[in-house]
């Protein structure tokens, strides 16, 4: 479960309503179980249920933490119509470390289709579910160009590209960012791809079929995450 | 668009209602523009409009075969509510072959959850979109055990696990066939797992984190898809 903040072995975490009632109600935990919390930041604790009501009252016996030993950021165009929901939940199920939606060329976010307060739920819902130690997070809509500045530090930039390297001859490093970009629905434009390019970002293709927006991010992060696992 | 049957070059093809439709009105299409048709079993025909109305005739003008180098077929237990409607259209873009549901022990499929026609319609959409060759088949719901007995010419088994050998450790082959099984939202039983063991099935991870159904099921269908491309 979330905290917003964890405590040393001896110590004691309230949880937040939304998470109280995600033990109480959902898991129909009780006293004296155990449970494990996470920070989103890197930090996990174990802990027993002392109080289930108003709010979960948890006592820490067990606290460590732990640095992303790699980032991997996604920066998409807008899929069609409510696809970005599942890109935020499988991306952050499979421990992707942030996304930033970009406006293209060809298509730009409207405030219609900005949710973020829905996305940051369901992150936070995907870190529960897939008992991970890392919080993704959603950033605000940018033009192309400043969120390739935002991730200038990253040491590998790819883009989706139908006509691309085949992910597969990539080696990617196991540890270091790894930036991504997907365009929108309707594609990138040459423009743009010669404009990622002269930025270091190399064109991979994930599939020999074309894949949606939504589809290609799936993909990505689902190679990114099963290319470095802890039994490394 | 997908047809039917198609024809040598110098004969016609006339679309179904479905395909003519959305020819006429989602894509505007116009007497005289050039049309890709796929049959969904390897043929691929290019061919010219000749009329729209009442259904699309599409003169051919070249006809290209070819076979499946290698089938991926996923056995998917019932994820939670309508996620299934995902996996069929994601895994239908990535070039999976063939998904059949299996019953497992903590969790069965239910004449409400499997929607056979719309899984087809979603196949096809996605074939459309993708520019595939080839249609993946849903098959209806089986027992694990006889949909393994199904699969047992698979050259390569596996079984999604977390405490599994982390993906990028296999070397799946190029050419031949796949099999990959998936457990429900509860998880397959240690009971489940060790009649896969004896069958050949090996334990994989696709993540550090745990995966729900559907997203284990999409991340093993971008890792088979993008470890084989047309660049190879």
């Known amino acids: 479960v979330w905290a917003e903040e964890l405590a040393e072995p001896g110590g004691r975490v309230t949880l937040a309503d939304d998470e109280s009632r995600y033990l109480a109600r959902v898991c129909r935990a009780r006293e004296g179980?155990?449970?494990?919390?996470?920070?989103?930041?890197?930090?996990?604790?174990?802990?027993?249920?002392?109080?289930?009501?108003?709010?979960?009252?948890?006592?820490?016996?067990?606290?460590?933490?732990?640095?992303?030993?790699?980032?991997?950021?996604?920066?998409?165009?807008?899929?069609?119509?409510?696809?970005?929901?599942?890109?935020?939940?499988?991306?952050?199920?499979?421990?992707?470390?942030a996304i930033r939606p970009v406006h293209c060329r060809r298509?730009?976010?409207?405030?219609?289709?900005?949710?973020?307060?829905?996305?940051?739920?369901?992150?936070?819902?995907?870190?529960?579910?897939?008992?991970?130690?890392?919080?993704?997070?959603?950033?605000?809509?940018?033009?192309?160009?400043?969120?390739?500045?935002?991730?200038?530090k990253a040491s590998v930039s790819l883009f989706a590209d139908i006509g691309g390297v085949p992910v597969r001859q990539l080696n990617l490093p196991v540890a270091g960012d790894v930036a991504y970009v997907v365009g929108p629905a309707e594609g990138l434009t040459d423009e743009e791809k010669t404009f990622l390019g002269a930025r270091g970002f190399r064109a991979i293709s994930l599939s020999e079929n074309r894949l949606r927006t939504e589809t290609a991010a799936i993909a990505w992060a689902a190679w990114w995450s099963g290319s470095c696992t802890s039994q490394d």
């Open 107 to 152: 298509a730009a976010w409207t405030s219609s289709s900005v949710r973020h307060e829905r996305w940051t739920r369901l992150a936070r819902g995907a870190l529960q579910q897939s008992l991970g130690r890392f919080a993704m997070t959603v950033h605000p809509p940018a033009t192309l160009e400043s969120a390739v500045e935002e991730e200038a």
């Open 33 to 97: 179980e155990t449970v494990s919390l996470t920070d989103g930041r890197g930090g996990r604790a174990e802990g027993r249920i002392e109080n289930l009501r108003p709010r979960v009252v948890v006592a820490i016996e067990g606290l460590d933490r732990a640095d992303r030993a790699r980032r991997g950021t996604l920066l998409c165009g807008p899929p069609e119509g409510q696809r970005f929901d599942w890109v935020v939940e499988k991306l952050a199920e499979l421990g992707v470390a």
